[in-house]
Nanobody, 125 residues
């Protein structure tokens, strides 16, 4: 599967953005998906994950209550709705596929793959 994230931009603190991650391939609905972010000179950190149906999700504590992950399998797309953005949310955001569904619940970037090109989110104070 190939992934392409989009929707990033420059916003002010308190604003909202919706990121999209478009996937190629016919079996997208089988994939568990995750969003990660990477700030300059920092590791890639977990943000949110969603199971194949969209019913089950989990989040990093730093974004819980502000971000919402969802998906539309008919459109082969997973979304990340980001509200009440903070300067510390500034990063390049990536989507990835959970490589093994038995790892559902992990926050380890090494458990995800097929990283596409990320999208930059910059939040000014």
């Amino acid at each position: 599967v190939q992934l392409q994230a989009s929707g990033g931009g420059l916003v002010q603190a308190g604003d909202s953005l919706r990121l999209s991650c478009a996937a190629s391939g016919r079996t997208f609905s089988n994939y568990f998906m995750g969003w990660f972010r990477q700030a300059p000179e920092k590791e890639r950190d977990f943000v949110a994950a969603i199971n194949w149906s969209g019913i089950s999700t989990y989040y990093a504590d730093a974004v819980k209550g502000r971000f919402t992950v969802s998906r539309d399998n008919a459109k082969n797309t997973v979304y990340l709705e980001m509200n009440s953005l903070k300067p510390e949310d500034t990063a390049v955001y990536y989507c990835g596929v959970l490589l093994a569904s038995t790892n559902w619940g992990t926050r380890n970037a090494a458990a995800f793959g097929s990283w596409g090109q990320g999208t930059l989110v910059t939040v000014s104070s």
